[in-house]
């Protein structure tokens, strides 16, 4: 069995509902179709990932017919993203996985390599953290359950990243933190990136 569990946290691609902060600028619709490229880039990017067992959070429903059908799905439960990310370590841990590694959809950036990079340093580190150039973070990893990293956070803001790492500071955790990489959620990000809207 693999020890090593990459979980992608996704949002159900629903016009309206996705890439808010972005659709306010370029419109609903096309940020849609920005998220559904963002989508494809990291279904790429884990199909190439190797020796690792991959879950598919969704955070409405379970879509039994995408592009994610050849891996293990699950939905989000709990509230925040910080208690939905916590409880679906828990229960992969539970499943046996011993390193776990969270991931979402909105990074053109990341790569297999970030991935295995992260895997790599769990052995030595207890917690890898990706930190993103809007002050939050494209990648978190564990080896083992470290509710208070996801505690008294406030998501989608700039001080995501850095309020994590005091955490992990006063919890005395040794850690490793990845290059930062960007993602996307405004139109300054995704004029960054030569996107083609299908």
Known sequence: METNKLIIFVKNPIQGKVKTRLAAEIGEAPALEIYKTLLKHTHQVATNTQEVSISVYYA???NNNDLWNNFDKKLQEQQDLGSRMNHAIKSEMENGFQNIIIIGSDCLEINPQHIQKAFLSLKTNDIVIGPAEDGGYYLIGLKSLIP?????KKWSTDTVFIDTIEDINRLNLKH????TLCD????KDLDRYKITIE
């Open 60 to 62: 409405d429903f379970v």
């Open 184 to 187: 996307i959620d405004t139109k």
């Open 148 to 152: 208070d990293i996801f505690k008294n």
């Open 176 to 179: 490793m933190i990845l290059e």
